[in-house]
């Protein structure tokens, strides 16, 4: 994982292991908005099943398009207005530097 400012705050999580999704299943009922910063098709289909639990998800990814690396650019395009439509907000060839959590 990069290095990325904030990474250790609360409410900021990584997805590498079972614990770590029961952490972030116990502290979804408490957000609003989950972004998930990913190059890959696991970081993708985590971003589905936040949108299914009805959050606003943002989806960064540091590639100039979804899944480059595994399909065409006419593909991609229709993932990314599919998942658009369902309301998953895509934001392409951007590097993370910081991290930072919305009190409520």
Known sequence: MP???GIQRA???ALRRLPD?????TALPMAETVTVVSDTLWGLKTACALRRK?????FITS???LLEDSFDEETTQFISDNLESWGIRLFVSLKVSELLVKAS
């Open 11 to 13: 409410g900021i999580f």
């Open 21 to 25: 999704v029961h952490q972030i299943l």
């Open 54 to 58: 009805e959050k606003e998800v943002i």
């Open 3 to 5: 290095v990325i400012k």
């Open 63 to 65: 590639r100039s398009r």
